[in-house]
């Protein structure tokens, strides 16, 4: 396994946002099960500057605490009452910044990843259902069977259930970029353009050989 070290997440965040596309994410079940996607879609948050960051101007919380732990460490919070949202430490220790995984592609038991979401296989959901599988931090985290029992986890420790792989990081070329999502609470961070995305179509064919049924 080239399981990615601290040395990845400590960096400058916007630069690990866009070089997670193309990683893979693995999740180890209590059963010992693995659960696989490939990396789609990030967002990039920064406390000492951004008003969408929970910890903006170094603000701690109980809730935002773990956004002051080491580098590659998972951030796992609660919105809305029900969707959780999986988010990577990055930089130095105390400095509170991390890339929220927004979207992912299945590569593998793609029907446990589908049953944690719809209750149904993958050659059982509708085409609605396919292009909306991963698309959404409450959606992977609910395919991936993430919550706050993770939160805190040391993603380059395999042992812990969590972690990131290598995997094909995405081309320059393919990468897009633009505004977050649903912060229309934070000023002029409003306007930063630090989400990055590919097109998780392609990156699902791609896996697949031939289309999504063949990830099991």
Known sequence: MDILTKDFYDRDTLTVARDLLGRELVRVMEDGTVLRCVITETEAYIGRLDKACHA???KRTP???TL?????TAYIYLIYGMYHCLNFVTEAEGEPAA?????AAPAANGDIIAKNRFGRKLCEL???QRRNFLNGPGKLCRGLDLTRAQNGLDLTAPDRGLYLCAGTPAGPASVRTGKRIGIDYAGEAVDFPWRFWVEDGDLWRKMAGQKGDNLL
């Open 68 to 72: 002051f732990a080491p580098p590659g």
């Open 99 to 103: 890339v929220l995984i927004r979207g």
């Open 126 to 128: 509708s085409a609605y």
């Open 56 to 58: 903006y101007g170094y």
């Open 63 to 65: 809730r935002t605490e």
